[in-house]
């Protein structure tokens, strides 16, 4: 038996695809080794006309790729994913595999997973059944299209893709759809936009305040009432006079509506099956003739469709109910667009109607409504009638459109001829939908991109609802960057949204704290709709865990690829790691930064530019690698003496160098000496220039971008208020501990220096010892210390003790290295061993509660001291 032991959901440019896809791990059991080549004729034939793909007659599918190809298929029936599917891998010796398959709407295909693991199973079992399995597909697929958006909201969506709009369902069981990102954002359900007046659509809703306001105006509408029990429906009917029709006064496609009530017996009967009690109901002049919907967006009307109500043609051998099951086999019917026909309670009156029942055999040619009204929703179909619409019919359209004040109305118009006036063949309105449905005009008219239209009405030609995006990657300096260019990109005006490390920050406000350099932030700020701009930090955990957020970003950094993650995840070398981060590089359409001082990046300058702007930073005065950029018409951000001081100066394509700030006139490089929050500047300042941001911007942006506890936690933050002058800083890896280096000798303590080291538990073996030789000789005493969150598979003790290992490799004397099994236990340490004029260097990941940690700590030593 096949079993789903789990599943997850990778976004674009992921570890199995560019696209989103939705993967998860199978248990085969016997079936690892089953092939469709066993499959029997009736299956093979059942799967070619329902799921076409499912079972691929040219070669053998596994029962891996067998599963993952029917998870597509049936989800295609309710998405507009592509037909992508995979498997992932495989494990011969345990018999399961991953296997994936293109995903758009992740609560489809959550629901898709089971049920082609489900119907796979069932086939692999009970190879000949057909009968069987065609009834559990038939069941699978009666499911999705519950859970899939509804038909107009689909066709929407398609033309949301065909325009570029990014989209996202709002939730499992929603019709309702978020496009565009950050303030350019729009909610959608059907064909009913944000902008569109909620007045309106309240109005619409309200079927006899609709028919009150147009009345009022002298439009068509014939005659209307409330009824609120039988005898005054009775009552209203006479009043009004036979037919009748009567409906809900709040409802829609065609629910409870009864048309063509010729008489006391007809109303009384379906006034058995409505509970007028419950909800509030209608009476309204039967409006003789064709029913038609007329779609009027921004006054004008764009389309016209003769709806024609659910039906079947006789071909004199077939009953009434066999042409309805063989017209509901009809592909269009069982995956949409067109709903099924119904055989019911009301086609049974509508057929007692015209003479006929479920059992009769009409002649050839005769057509047997099902229904007496012509919504799409409950079976009908339609003919485009555009051209033939009468000045007079279309008049009144528009004017009941504006009454409401509706943007995008669909006004339902019954006449004998809607290619005369109703003046002179009468007939009218007799309602106005706000979501329009988009099938009525498709059908009628496939070569009219209705939904389009509709989308044009907030987003016009050419315009995607995106807001400025920047992502961000590398080893080093990724969260640094981020927040430098959030500080940029404030200066020039924008309210920044943020995903770092650190957090998510909103406009200045951090919402949520933690590690959030992933999917999950990067959603929180391009679904806030008061965000004008984005700024993500793009990890590699979240990279191989979720893929990325956006299909694709204006600007894009790939800072260095260093070895501190390598043999993590299925990264075993660097240049995995590289090619790793350089999908990030192929999201970007503007611009892309790149460090020109690591050879892996730098080598990528040439092909980046090939597509697109690219720009290097280097700290080297005279980088050949910077020097070969330029030389073929590259830009890049350099350093440069002007005026006799360091600075960072932007070269165009054309050789032009603007400066742009001094090196150490920002607060982040503290004078110069912090050389890697240079680089970061320098990457920030060519980022904000591929998003088109002015260089004064750019030198206040930086001059803002402050490093303390608040603002930048853990990136050499000096700590006013403790009695010992402690620096903190997140440096755990060779390389950070090096750039640290400088700024220690630069504080120039009169007395002790002291150091306080860890590292995380999941890095290599050689990692503890190459961060223990930076550090060695170049303090007097040692404080080897982890954290709970740190040690990821380590046992207690074992990180301070390796690096206590290598201090002592490295030439430090036992005597002066002390471990401790919490930054808490190192603080106590630390205040019981530190005078006043010593220097104190923290080093470790979360330094809000390491702060707190040594304030507590020294405030215990001085009790203890004073007691």
């Known amino acids: 038996m096949i079993r789903l032991k789990g599943r997850r959901r990778f976004l674009w440019r992921n570890i199995h695809a560019p696209i989103p896809v939705m993967a998860g791990n199978l248990e085969l059991g016997d079936a690892f080794g089953w092939t469709t080549a066993g499959l029997s004729a009736p299956v093979r034939a059942l799967l070619r006309e329902r799921l076409a793909g499912a079972a691929d007659e040219r070669d053998a599918s596994d029962a891996a790729e067998f599963v993952a190809r029917i998870a597509q298929q049936l989800q295609r029936i309710g998405d507009i994913s592509p037909p992508l599917w995979g498997v992932g891998s495989r494990n011969p010796v345990k018999k399961t595999a991953i296997v994936f398959f293109a995903c758009r709407d992740p609560f489809l295909a959550e629901a898709c997973f089971p049920m082609a693991v489900q119907l796979a199973d069932r086939i692999i079992q009970s190879p000949a059944d057909g009968d069987a399995v065609e009834a559990e597909l038939m069941g699978h ?75 009022q105006l002298q439009l068509p509408v014939g005659q209307f009432a409330p009824v609120r029990d039988a005898a005054s429906a009775l009552k209203v009917a006479e009043r009004l006079g036979y037919p009748v029709v009567l409906k809900p ?22 006034l058995k099956r409505v509970s007028l009690g419950r909800e509030p109901f209608m009476l309204q002049t039967f409006l003789p003739g064709e029913d038609h919907r007329l779609l ?16 079947v ?16 086999r009809n592909p269009r019917r069982i995956f949409g667009p067109l709903e099924l026909l119904p055989l019911d309670a009301e086609a049974d009156r509508i057929l007692v109607q015209q003479g006929q029942t479920r059992d009769s055999v009409p002649e050839p040619g005769r057509r047997v409504q099902l229904r007496a009204n012509a919504n799409i929703s409950t079976g009908g179909t339609s003919l485009d009638v555009t051209e033939r619409v009468h000045p007079d019919n279309l008049r009144a359209a528009i004017r009941a459109a504006k009454a409401l004040g509706l943007m995008v109305a669909g006004v339902d118009f019954i006449c004998p001829d809607i290619g005369r006036s109703w003046r002179e063949v009468g007939g009218g309105i007799c309602e106005i939908n706000t979501s329009i449905g988009m099938h009525p005009h498709t059908e009628a008219n496939p070569n009219l991109d209705v939904p389009g239209l509709v989308l044009e009405t907030v987003y016009p030609p050419g315009d995607e609802g995106r807001i400025p995006t920047a992502m961000i990657t590398g080893t080093k300096g990724k969260t640094t960057t981020t927040l430098m260019l959030s500080r940029i990109l404030e200066a020039a005006g924008h309210a920044v949204g943020n995903a770092t490390t650190e957090g998510v920050t909103i406009d200045g406000e951090l919402v949520l704290a933690g590690d959030h350099a992933e999917a999950h932030g990067a959603s929180i700020v391009m679904q806030d709709p008061t965000v004008t701009a984005a700024v993500l930090e793009t990890a590699r955990g979240g990279l191989l865990q979720d893929g990325m957020y956006l299909d694709r970003c204006d600007v894009a950094a790939l800072l260095n690829v260093g070895r501190e993650q390598i043999g993590m995840h ?31 990046t730098a080598a990528m300058a040439r092909d980046c530019r090939v597509r697109l702007r690219t720009i290097l930073f280097s700290l080297e005065p005279d980088s050949p690698e910077v020097r070969a ?34 090196a150490e006139d920002f607060p982040a490089s503290r004078g110069g000496l912090i050389r890697p929050n240079v680089a970061n500047a320098m990457a920030a300042a060519g980022l904000a220039l591929g998003l088109g941001v002015a260089p004064h911007h750019i030198r206040e942006g930086l001059a803002r971008y402050e490093i303390t506890v608040a603002s930048s936690r853990g990136r050499t933050n000096f700590v006013e208020g403790l009695p010992v002058r402690i620096l903190f800083d997140r440096a755990t890896d060779p390389a950070s501990l090096t750039a640290m280096m400088p700024v220690i000798e630069a504080a120039a303590p009169q007395g002790r220096r002291i150091c306080v080291l860890t590292a995380p538990g999941n890095r290599p073996d050689s990692h503890f010892g190459e961060c223990a030789a930076v550090v060695a000789g170049r303090f007097d005493r040692y404080v080897c210390c982890e954290h709970d969150n740190f040690r990821r598979g380590k046992p207690p003790g074992e990180i301070a003790d390796r690096l206590a290992r290598g201090l002592a490799a490295a030439g430090v004397p036992e005597g002066l290295v ?50």
């Open 313 to 328: 043609v006789g071909d004199g051998r077939h009953s009434v109910a066999e042409l309805a099951a063989i017209e509901n």
């Open 570 to 600: 299925g990264v075993e070398t660097l240049d995995e790691m590289a090619a790793l981060k350089s999908k990030v590089l192929d999201a970007a359409r503007k611009a892309v930064v790149l460090g020109a001082d690591d050879p892996r």
């Open 629 to 662: 950029h330029l030389g073929s018409g590259g830009e890049a951000i350099v350093i440069r003496a002007v005026e006799g001081r360091e600075t960072i100066v932007h070269v165009d394509a054309q050789g032009a160098a603007v400066p742009l700030i001094g």
């Open 296 to 311: 009027i967006i921004k006054g004008r009307l764009v389309a016209a469709a003769q709806r024609i109500p659910a039906s």
């Open 818 to 867: 002390s471990t401790a099994r919490s930054p808490a236990e190192a603080a106590r340490i630390v205040a019981k061993i530190a005078a006043a004029d010593d220097f104190v260097a923290v080093f470790g990941w979360n330094v809000v509660e390491t702060v707190e940690a040594y304030r507590a700590a020294f405030r215990e030593a001085a009790a203890t001291a004073t007691g």
């Open 141 to 215: 697929i009666q499911r999705i299209r519950q859970r899939r958006l509804s038909v107009a909201t689909h066709q929407m969506v398609e033309a949301v893709e065909r325009h570029g709009i990014p989209w996202s369902r709002t939730a499992a069981g929603s019709n309702f759809v978020q496009l565009g990102q950050g303030v350019r954002q729009n909610r959608m359900t059907s064909s009913a936009l944000t902008p569109e007046s909620g007045l309106g659509r309240e109005l619409a809703q309200h079927k006899l305040l609709t028919l009150g306001i147009l009345a």
């Open 249 to 270: 006064v709040l409802g829609d496609k065609g629910r409870a509506v009864f048309s063509g009530l010729r008489n006391a017996e007809d109303l009384q009967a379906v």
